[in-house]
T-cell receptor, first 116, second 116 residues
Framework: ETGVTQSPTHLIKTRGQQVTLRCSSQSGHNTVSWYQQALGQGPQFIFQYYREEKNGRGNFPPRFSGLQFPNYSSELNVNALELDDSALYLC???????????????FGPGTRLTVL | DQQVKQNSPSLSVQEGRISILNCDYTNSMFDYFLWYKKYPAEGPTFLISISSIKDKNEDGRFTVFLNKSAKHLSLHIVPSQPGDSAVYFCAASAADRGSTLGRLYFGRGTQLTVWP
């Protein structure tokens, strides 16, 4: 069983550019969530996909968008990059909530994005 | 609006002693709580969780206690080991009635250092 993988590991972009980050979910998981972790902060929820449909979005502007594919891999796209977008971007995969409400999400290693 | 709070940014404990990490939350709709451990340059690793129908959950050296009336949870590590040195994040979720998904709300983390 493979864990959650993300690519690339590091990325440097300039302000105004666009970026695509990729995530491969843990085998058997049908839900993927994306989080942004700024320095000194906890991860902040961006959005979540379940079986290729978006379900839930955090307090991020529309220039943050995403996709989930039939194999449950996922992309996060960020347009018109700003300096404050510099952060660690984390992808987490999980199974849909069980009736007990269990919600363990398993994280990838993250992509460190630096915007200059 | 920080709905999950970890008020101690750091904790230093001697090897073999107990580590107690604390977490408070404000949203009474939260019904599932998780602890994650994070090493530098890695994604958060799931450690232990607890449902709101319980007040204690144990897994080896790790025990999580939940006090719903106080909206407080704690993670106890006994005995502490140098390899436990990491940032610990508390997270919470609320099962949305009619939905099978849930976002995680994270605290800012507590840096635990276990010294020999």
């Amino acid at each position: 069983e493979t864990g959650v993988t993300q690519s690339p590991t590091h990325l440097i972009k300039t302000r105004g550019q666009q970026v695509t980050l990729r995530c491969s979910s843990q085998s058997g998981h049908n839900t993927v969530s994306w989080y942004q972790q700024a320095l000194g902060q906890g991860p902040q929820f961006i959005f979540q996909y379940y079986r290729e449909e978006k379900n839930g979005r955090g307090n991020f502007p529309p220039r943050f968008s995403g996709l989930q594919f039939p194999n449950y891999s996922s992309e996060l796209n960020v347009n018109a990059l700003e300096l404050d977008d510099s952060a660690l971007y984390l992808c987490a995969s999980s199974l849909a909530l069980t009736p007990s409400g269990a919600n363990e999400q398993f994280f990838g290693p993250g992509t460190r994005l630096t915007v200059l | 609006d920080q709905q999950v709070k970890q008020n101690s940014p750091s904790l230093s404990v001697q090897e073999g002693r107990i580590s107690i990490l604390n977490c408070d939350y404000t949203n009474s709709m939260f019904d599932y709580f998780l602890w994650y451990k994070k090493y530098p340059a890695e994604g958060p690793t799931f450690l232990i969780s607890i449902s709101s129908i319980k007040d204690k959950n144990e897994d080896g050296r790790f025990t999580v206690f939940l006090n719903k009336s106080a909206k407080h949870l704690s993670l106890h590590i006994v005995p502490s080991q140098p390899g436990d040195s990491a940032v610990y994040f508390c997270a919470a979720s609320a099962a949305d009635r009619g939905s099978t998904l849930g976002r995680l709300y994270f605290g800012r983390g507590t840096q635990l250092t276990v010294w020999p």
